[in-house]
């Protein structure tokens, strides 16, 4: 069993730059793959960016590329999401789940946190 719990959201302007974390419970997180997804109001929960269990392998949705960055510190059992030049669009609540095996860019994660809600304004 895992538990996730997402921090680090808030308002921001645009251009600006937000960290979230993604603090998890259970001795073997090292070995789950994770993932930031978002969901804004009325809309579909959307893949954000995923990151292997070792960190060696990165995806991110194209919409982020080049401006969010995913990493983890496993011996903190913490999954980051850095979010730079935020945009108006990017408003969301951001979840962070967890999954056995590889990386996803679906919902097919096993564990979910609860959310975080960022806000970028214009």
């Known amino acids: 069993q895992v538990q996730l719990v997402e921090s680090g959201g808030g308002l921001v302007q645009a251009g600006g730059s937000l960290r979230l974390s993604c603090a998890a419970s259970?001795?073997?997180?090292?070995?789950?793959?994770t993932g930031w997804f978002r969901q804004a109001p009325g809309k579909e929960r959307d893949f954000v960016a995923t990151?292997?269990?070792?960190?060696?392998?990165?995806r991110y949705a194209d919409s982020v590329k080049g401006r969010f960055t995913i990493s983890r510190d496993n011996a903190k059992n913490t999954v980051y999401l850095q979010m730079n030049s935020l945009k108006p669009d990017d408003t969301a609540v951001y979840y962070c789940?967890?999954?056995?095996?590889?990386?996803?860019?679906?919902?097919?994660?096993?564990?979910w946190g609860q959310g975080t809600q960022v806000t970028v304004s214009s």
């Open positions: 259970g001795r073997t997180f090292s070995s789950y793959a």
């Open positions: 789940a967890a999954r056995r095996g590889t990386t996803s860019v679906t919902t097919s994660y096993d564990y």
């Open positions: 990151i292997s269990w070792s960190g060696g392998t990165t």
